[in-house]
């Protein structure tokens, strides 16, 4: 069965104080492993997909890393228009539909 | 990228009344989703809508509770029929396009009372 989990829960972050978020997944035949950014109230935003092992994407101050088993969000120097929700989603042989993990709460402080 | 037009975008209904919720996206698109957020969980898949056939969808939804519509390569419609409190989520509508970005809409944000 596949299953997807995001750690940690929740981060609450300084300005400035560069962390990692952790995607762990088993995805049968990965199409994809997409990152979102969602605000409360909000829809979730896309950030990123990544495709095999090895692949890496930035954008701002935020990098996603992709591994067979596991994806990083890398947040560096963050600011307080980072907190968010993050959330991935990797896209196995169901064509077309994401899974979902529960999300990383980030919250980042003056 | 798709910019996605999602209506009503919240909406308070009275229980055993249904809901019709529109998506409408700026582009052909040929993957359109809709998932349901319940208050502080993560996304769960409601359906596949396919252009002009029955929805597929997931374990846990049937069709006489959440039909689906989806009459071209732009527009769908979720209904949330004969609704109780249990219901009351965030509805999205989401789109793939070229298999390769999926894009959500704003959502609606539905109270059941």
């Known amino acids: 069965e596949d299953q997807v989990t995001q750690s940690p829960e929740a981060l609450r972050l300084q300005e ?16 994809g492993l997409f990152w979102y950014r969602q605000d409360p109230g909000k829809g979730p935003e896309f ?13 701002e ?14 947040i560096t120097a963050p600011k307080p228009e980072d907190s968010a929700t993050y959330l991935c989603a990797p896209r196995g042989d169901s064509w077309g ?13 003056p | ?7 009503p975008s919240r909406d308070i209904c009275q229980r055993g009344t249904s809901l019709t919720i529109q998506c409408q996206v700026d582009s052909q698109v040929t993957m359109m989703f809709w998932y349901r957020q319940q208050p502080g969980q993560s996304l769960t898949l409601i359906a596949t ?25 732009t527009f769908s ?7 109780s409190p249990e219901d009351s989520s ?3 509508c989401s789109v793939l396009t070229e298999y390769t970005e999926a894009f959500f809409g704003q959502g609606t944000r539905l109270t059941v009372v």
Request: proline content about 2%.
């Open chain 2, 49 to 73: 809508a396919n252009q002009g056939s029955e929805a597929t969808y997931e374990s846990g939804f049937v069709i006489d509770k959440f039909p689906i519509s989806r009459p071209n390569l």
């Open chain 1, 61 to 74: 101050r935020l990098k996603a890393t992709l591994t067979k088993k596991e994806s990083f969000l890398h």
């Open chain 2, 1 to 7: 990228s798709a910019v996605i037009s999602q209506k």
């Open chain 1, 16 to 31: 400035g104080e560069s962390s990692s978020l952790n995607c762990s997944y088993t995805v049968s035949g990965l199409r």
């Open chain 2, 77 to 83: 419609t979720l209904t949330v029929s004969n609704m």
């Open chain 2, 90 to 92: 965030i509805y999205l």
């Open chain 1, 97 to 109: 539909k994401l899974q979902f993990g529960a999300g990383t709460q980030v919250v980042v402080t």
């Open chain 1, 47 to 59: 950030l990123f997909t990544l495709y095999s092992a090895g692949e890496e994407k930035e954008k």
